[in-house]
């Protein structure tokens, strides 16, 4: 593992820890959906920047962990650090026969794109449908503060532990860039033939990739859960966490460990900032922040192609030169 | 150089000018300090349209009470609305609340749709912030225990055994024109509760449920359950849908001219709209609805769809109830003596406020819903929306079957 690649990711989170103790709720609640988003994007990042399979419907993975959290907990009572424990893996277990069914079928590219699209929406469908979902009417988690309940009278408490499972996913991600692993992954990424010709298990290696990625995106979906106590198929199974883990990525960079963290704060920060300051300047125009915020994303993917991680890097070439 | 000699009248008014210069601080302390009150609404996203409406009405409401001289408990001070967005999701809603506790509510109205109600009541539980819930009608947002959240208006339970029962006497003084039933739904919170209760229900009272067709929302097409509905010939359609796809619905059969004898609402997004009156005119004639909607005896009711009439404006319920909301909190504070969020829970509780728009009974708060919450039975009729029951505040006769 190399330490610069990290050093920075684990400084950035450890400003956001300080955080709380100086920033207002709100400040923190724009902490708690961007980390968020980046611990869902981070696992996004392990199948799609690492091994290039490039994935439209982490929904599902991020659905799964939700619903496995609240239902344990609604419907039979179980504790919700179980449920977490649970959520993870059952995320874990959807990417594996997600994966198992279309890497089989030699899936790749863009059919590889719309058939996770597809699962997404099939389970959205599902649970829209289902009893012990609570249907459309969705599920509403008991407001009971406490840390066995998995529940923090105070924001900051939640936000140490979004950061904590942040900074273990990017250490994690760290580890395997530079691990046997991570050279499969990249070795698949470049060209699946080349790395099936030098022995590389290609359809191991993928179904490793996704099982993990699923199994970190799921964390980000049962701690959402926890935040907002209430789930519905829409937010669970929707396709707005697929979009919004892609463009982080995208934005903060594929293939990199710092990228997904980068991009969510970038994506999220961006848009605040555009809602603040227009707000001051121009009054209460509801979303011209979302006009300004598409603007920038645009400039950002026509200006970074390779993401903020790229350009930065680019700067800080230059500046040493 | 020129010299400007100062005549007596220019030093009178320069010295009066001075001194009231001078005594304004005085007067600016007089005043009490505003008692700021949260709105929330979806106004960005699909529900955009239903938040601009709620908002319209809040501000009206926030108008009304300050040109009436403020909260006179709290020596006459003003009432200042904090606007949130709720971008029509739970999320963004829950979000905003944090936002409006940093602003410093005394309380919350609004969120419009059931599930942004949910998460954002839950969110203000946190902060034992009252939150008073516009338009959402899941009853789970008034049995779950938060002691910080009332509902003005009726909520689904109420209003679909209003809808059966009332269906049920309009079939039979008609004499019992209607027998077969479609029913359509969007697939969301509202659409499916409603599809699986009136199928229950409806089949105990003789009529027959030929089908129940569920859509998404939004829908961008709905030629084949208009052609569904072509091949089942139901006499009555029953369509619970938003705006856009109970319009589309429409002006579909329309099209098709697949005309039952009566397509009756419930909650629907459209129905009870004047947008759809008036842009749709041949669609929406004799299209009857259950749903909330203001009092048209209550002259307040009547000067404020006039002033939103003036404006330009289209007249919904969504604007009636949030006035009513607002006034119902500035109420509460009021009678609470301070802007102190326990004692506004606690005076809210407690509330049998009358000066509200909507045509209920006394106000009582269980569990934090008022009981004396009802709907009403709207219908279109020559351009205009009339209530046709219950009869002590119908302004018109129900016209039904449509065709006989």
């Not at chain 1, 920047?49 to 599902?60: E, M, N, P, R």
């Not at chain 1, 449920?83 to 890497?103: E, M, N, P, Q, R």
């Amino acid at each position: 593992m190399n330490p610069r690649e990290v050093l920075p990711g684990l400084v950035l989170l450890a400003v956001i820890a300080v955080l709380p103790l100086v920033a207002s709720n709100v400040v923190l609640n724009f902490l708690l959906s961007s980390l968020i988003v980046a611990l869902a994007a981070q696992g996004w990042n392990l199948l799609g920047g690492y091994a290039g399979q490039l994935s439209f419907g982490h929904a599902a993975f991020f659905g799964t962990g939700a619903y496995a959290t609240a239902v344990l907990q609604i419907r039979y009572g179980v504790n919700a650090w179980v449920g977490l424990a649970v959520g993870i893996a059952l995320g874990a277990a959807v990417g594996w026969v997600i994966g198992a069914l279309s890497f089989r079928a030699r899936l790749r590219g863009s059919y590889f794109a719309l058939v996770t699209l597809a699962f997404a929406e099939v389970l959205r469908i599902l649970a829209n449908a289902a009893d012990f979902t609570g249907g459309a009417s969705g599920l509403l988690i008991r407001l009971s503060p406490g840390v066995e309940n998995l529940q923090f009278a105070s924001r900051a408490a939640f936000l140490w532990l979004l950061a904590s499972a942040v900074a273990a996913v990017l250490l994690l991600t760290a580890w395997i860039a530079h691990h046997r692993f991570g050279a499969h992954l990249v070795a698949v990424r470049e060209n699946e033939d080349a790395a099936r010709a030098l022995g590389v298990d290609v359809l191991r290696t993928k179904l490793r990739a996704i099982a993990l990625s699923g199994g970190v995106t799921a964390a980000a979906g049962c701690l959402y859960a926890q935040n907002f106590l209430y789930l519905d198929a829409n937010i669970a199974y929707g396709t707005w966490i697929s979009i919004e883990v892609l463009i982080a990525c995208v934005l903060g960079g594929t293939g990199t460990v710092l990228g997904p963290v980068v991009g969510a704060l970038a994506l999220h920060g961006v848009g605040e900032l555009a809602k603040l300051a227009l707000g001051r300047v121009a009054g209460p125009v509801p979303g011209v922040d979302l006009v300004v915020f598409g603007a920038l994303l645009i400039l950002a993917v026509a200006f970074l192609p390779r993401g903020m991680m790229a350009g930065l890097q680019r700067l800080t070439r230059g500046l040493a030169r | 150089m020129t010299v400007y000699p100062i005549n007596r009248r220019a030093l009178l008014g320069a010295a009066a000018s001075g001194a009231a210069l001078l005594a304004m601080p005085t007067v600016l302390r007089a005043q009490s300090a505003a008692v700021k009150i949260g709105l929330l609404q979806p106004l960005t996203g699909a529900l955009a349209q239903d938040g601009e409406l709620g908002r319209l009405g809040a501000e009206a409401a926030v108008a009304k009470i300050n040109s009436d001289g403020g909260l006179p408990a709290l020596g006459g001070a003003k009432i200042e609305l904090v606007v949130a967005d709720a971008r029509s999701n739970p999320e963004a809603g829950a979000q905003e609340v944090e936002k409006l506790q940093g602003e410093g509510v005394v309380a919350i109205v609004g969120g419009f749709a059931s599930p942004i109600c949910l998460a954002a009541s839950q969110a203000a539980a946190r902060y034992d912030l009252p939150y008073v819930v516009d338009v959402g009608v899941a009853d789970s947002i008034v049995t779950r225990g938060l002691a910080n959240t009332f509902r003005l208006a009726p909520g689904f339970g109420t209003v679909t055994s209003a809808a059966v029962e009332n269906l049920i006497r309009l079939n039979d003084a008609a004499g019992k024109p209607c027998k077969t039933v479609v029913l359509v739904h969007e697939d969301g919170l509202f659409g499916s509760g409603l599809a699986r209760l009136m199928a229950t229900e409806l089949p105990k009272h003789g009529f027959e449920v030929l089908e129940t067709i569920p859509h998404p929302t939004p829908a961008r097409d709905m030629n084949n359950i208009a052609l569904r509905l072509r091949s089942l010939r139901p006499d009555l359609l029953i369509p619970s849908s938003y705006y856009g796809e109970f319009v589309l619905l429409s002006r579909t059969m329309r099209q098709q001219r697949i005309r039952p004898k009566g397509i009756y609402a419930v909650l629907n997004g459209a129905a009870s709209n004047y947008r759809f009156v008036k842009e749709f005119p041949d669609a929406a004639l004799g299209v009857m609805d259950c749903n909330h909607w203001h009092d048209p005896k209550n002259p307040e009711a009547v000067a404020l769809k006039a002033q939103v009439d003036a404006a330009g404006k289209f007249w919904a319920y969504n604007i009636p109830l949030n006035y009513s909301c607002v006034k119902l909190v500035a109420d509460a504070v009021n009678r609470a003596g301070a802007a102190d969020r326990a004692k506004v829970i606690a005076a809210l509780a407690a509330s049998d406020y009358s000066g509200h728009i909507m045509p209920y009974g006394a106000t009582r708060f269980v569990g934090g819903q008022n009981q004396g919450a009802r709907p009403v039975n709207t219908q279109v009729q020559d351009g205009d929306i009339k209530v046709i029951f219950p009869t002590e505040v119908a302004d018109a006769r129900p016209v039904f079957p449509i065709q006989g």
